[in-house]
T-cell receptor, first 112, second 115 residues
Framework: AQSVTQLGSHVSVSEGALVLLRCNYSSSVPPYLFWYVQYPNQGLQLLLKYTSAATLVKGINGFEAEFKKSETSFHLTKPSAHMSDAAEYFCAVTPRSDKLIFGTGTRLQVFP | GAVVSQHPSWVICKSGTSVKIECRSLDFQATTMFWYRQFPKQSLMLMATSNEGSKATYEQGVEKDKFLINHASLTLSTLTVTSAHPEDSSFYIC???????????FGPGTRLTVL
């Protein structure tokens, strides 16, 4: 069975600081992995995805994530946080059966 | 990028009435669409997988007679909440799968409030 664990339901950083949102996955087959962002009262926007090509994936808004098979991780990072990054972030995995399995989400707060 | 729309964005209805929510893929064809439900400050819960031209596949615990799904074309899926009750109040989000990119693109969501 596939699953996703997001460590830390809340993360707070200062503007300009490094953002690190953690995601660990469990999958019996090589997975596809995704990070989505959700702003209040909106749907989900795709930040980036891993589909078995390069292990370091660059996404929109300066975010990137690295697929580490040995650690079964797909952590999301951004070198310098901006106030507009404050949102809910979801990691998701699919075993290529169409269904997305979401983590519980991490709320990112950015302080000035 | 791929765009998915939902209509309406919010709806308020009386208990016992039915509400229809539309989900459209605007610039790609989607043989598969998904309907999710999201409670406040929680993750998305998959309700059903909508397949164009065939019956939807419902997740365990989701009442198929209450949440009617129709996927009549490659760009449109509808979710009808029948005989709505206050406990059906929630944020409903659809997504459409672009088979060319193996990626789900999400609609902006519909907030349903049942009085």
């Amino acid at each position: 069975a596939q699953s996703v664990t997001q460590l830390g339901s809340h993360v707070s950083v200062s503007e300009g600081a490094l953002v690190l949102l953690r995601c660990n996955y469990s999958s019996s087959v090589p997975p596809y992995l995704f990070w989505y962002v959700q702003y209040p009262n909106q749907g989900l926007q795709l930040l980036l995805k891993y589909t078995s090509a390069a292990t370091l994936v660059k996404g929109i808004n300066g975010f990137e994530a690295e697929f580490k098979k040995s650690e079964t991780s797909f952590h999301l990072t951004k070198p310098s946080a901006h106030m507009s990054d404050a949102a809910e972030y979801f990691c998701a995995v699919t075993p290529r059966s169409d269904k997305l399995i979401f983590g519980t989400g991490t709320r990112l707060q950015v302080f000035p | 990028g791929a765009v998915v729309s939902q209509h309406p964005s919010w709806v308020i209805c009386k208990s016992g009435t039915s509400v229809k929510i539309e989900c459209r893929s605007l610039d790609f064809q989607a043989t598969t669409m998904f309907w999710y439900r999201q409670f406040p400050k929680q993750s998305l819960m998959l309700m059903a997988t909508s397949n164009e031209g065939s019956k939807a596949t419902y997740e365990q615990g989701v009442e198929k007679d209450k949440f009617l799904i129709n996927h009549a074309s490659l760009t449109l899926s509808t979710l009808t909440v029948t005989s709505a009750h206050p406990e059906d109040s929630s944020f409903y989000i659809c997504s459409a799968r672009d088979h060319n990119t193996d990626t789900q693109y999400f609609g902006p969501g519909t907030r349903l409030t049942v009085l």
